[in-house]
């Protein structure tokens, strides 16, 4: 992903309206929408009444009880933020996914969750550009949603090209949306792809996403400003497609919503390699001390250890993991799960940071 500018346009925001850039407090949710068989919108609201200002694209970290533990994971906010009173986060429930399942068994109009962010440089308001091209797979789909509904809706001239594979039909998120879009508005033209069980009356492509049928779809992919989301191997076979079509990399963009819904198996114990540098990491409230191998990060240096500490993505996009440096450095290398401000503050990300010397950390 190419660097973030310095400057950046102001967030679309209605300007009779009292908005706030961060949450602190908890959401409200106000409705339910299910949207395919196993995905579901939850329209939310902060339970003080103000509004959030965000950029489309970007997502929150969303904690609920589960069991005797509380856990976090990301959700994109796939509504735009030109709606002022409350925005969405559209959801896949995940086989064995905790959260993701505790969403949709449990939040129901009336029911709080605890959120922060929103987070994310994955925007077209980081890239403005004059055509785009969006590239989606499954519940990849949902920032490119609110990239859209953002610029549909603002009367942006942008010349939006949407082309999102899904298994079956039955699993096209968004699908009347994405029809009335193409069939109504002048600047979108969506290409849907099924990879399975399309049936004889299925209009559009089959199969995987080729060369062929991109270049088919949208022969100008090399003039536009591409937005890819979806699964890691969506990712990378796309990367390759847009290579083969000569776009230059630094017009493309991708963000993963793989933020550790699965199960996760046991890391092995740290090596006691005497060749290899360590250096103590002093975790104060906890009391524990553990070795940091150089070159590890400091959240896997705890699970090797087998202590667990909050976390996610284990990516640096969530910010679960954002903790108080109380003395030493790091090198942190963070997908945008951090703000600015909050590392001059000295707070770094567990899972992106590996130590330079002895730490002590606020966990």
């Known amino acids: 992903m190419t660097s973030t500018p310095q400057t950046l346009p102001p967030p679309v925001v209605d300007p009779t309206t009292a908005y706030r850039d961060e949450l602190d407090e908890d959401l409200v949710c106000v ?35 589960v069991g005797l533990e509380e856990l976090s994971r990301c959700y ?6 030109l709606r002022a009173d ?15 399942n505790w969403l949709h068994d449990h939040l129901r109009p009336g029911v709080t969750v605890r959120a922060s962010g929103p987070l994310g440089v994955f925007s077209t308001d980081h890239h403005p550009a004059g055509k785009y091209l969006f590239l989606s797979a499954g519940s990849g789909i949902t920032p490119l949603m609110s990239m859209t509904r953002t610029l549909h809706g603002c009367g942006s001239p942008a010349d939006i090209a949407f082309v999102h594979s899904a298994r079956t039909p039955e699993d096209i998120i968004f699908r009347d949306e994405l029809a009335h879009l193409d069939a109504c508005s002048p600047t979108v033209r969506v290409t849907l792809v099924c990879e399975e069980d399309a049936g004889h009356d299925w209009p559009g492509l089959r199969g995987r996403l080729t060369l062929e049928a991109l270049l088919g779809a949208v022969p100008d992919v090399a003039e536009r ?26 017009r493309c963009h991708e963000e993963s919503y793989d933020l550790g819904e699965g199960t996760q198996g046991e890391l092995p114990a740290v090596s006691q390699d005497p060749t290899v540098r360590t250096h103590v990491v002093e975790l104060a409230r906890t009391g524990r001390s553990l070795d940091c191998p150089e070159g590890m990060s400091v959240l896997e240096a705890a699970a090797r250890a087998g202590l667990q500490l909050p976390s996610s993505c284990a990516e640096g996009v969530c910010g679960t993991c954002k903790s108080d440096l109380v003395s030493g450095s790091v090198d942190m290398d963070h997908a945008g799960g951090i703000r600015p401000r909050e590392i001059a503050d000295g707070k770094i990300l567990l899972c992106c940071s590996t130590p330079r010397e002895a730490l002590v950390i606020d966990a």
């Open 31 to 65: 409705g339910v929408e299910r949207v395919t068989h196993d995905v579901a919108s939850f329209t939310l609201r902060p339970s003080g009444g103000s509004r959030l200002r965000f950029r489309p694209g970007q997502y929150l970290t969303l904690t609920v009880p």
């Open 76 to 81: 994109t906010i796939s509504s735009s933020p």
């Open 86 to 100: 409350s925005f969405t986060v559209t959801v896949k429930r995940v086989p064995d996914g905790p959260v993701s």
């Open 225 to 250: 400003e591409v937005f890819t989301c979806g699964p890691p191997g969506y990712r990378e076979a796309v990367r390759t497609l847009l290579a083969e079509a000569g776009v230059e990399p630094a």
